[in-house]
C-alpha cells in the first residue's frame, strides 16, 4: 500500500485480500483483514477495537492464524494490515 501509495482493501496488484490468498496458494476455509494508518501502534489498535467490524475480526474464533504487517511511509505514519484465516 505504501508504495504503490493507496489505501484500500482492494490492491491495484493482488486484487482482494481473498484473491491475494489464493495466488500466494494459502488454503483457509474462513479469512478477514483489518487496514488501518496511524502515526502509532496504540492508536491503530485503539481504532480497530473502536470498530465493530474490526474488533469483530480480532475476535473472531474461527481465525487461527494471524498476520501482522506495519510499514511506515504513508501520510498516516504508519500502515497497518492484520490477515486472519482459519483452517
Do not use: C, R
Not at 3 to 26: A, C, E, R, V, W
Not at 36 to 59: D, E, F, Q, T, Y
Amino acid at each position: 500500500m505504501v508504495k504503490n501509495n493507496y489505501f484500500s482493501h482492494q490492491s491495484p496488484t493482488y486484487g482482494s485480500p481473498f484473491d491475494m490468498l489464493n495466488s500466494f496458494k494459502i488454503s483457509y476455509k474462513t479469512a478477514g483483514e483489518n487496514i488501518a494508518g496511524n502515526s502509532s501502534n496504540s492508536g491503530a489498535v485503539n481504532a480497530w477495537m473502536n470498530s465493530p467490524g474490526h474488533k469483530a475480526n480480532i475476535l473472531n474464533n474461527s481465525f487461527n492464524y494471524t498476520g501482522i504487517g506495519v510499514v511506515t511511509g504513508s501520510k498516516y505514519g504508519k500502515v497497518y494490515v492484520q490477515m486472519f484465516i482459519g483452517k
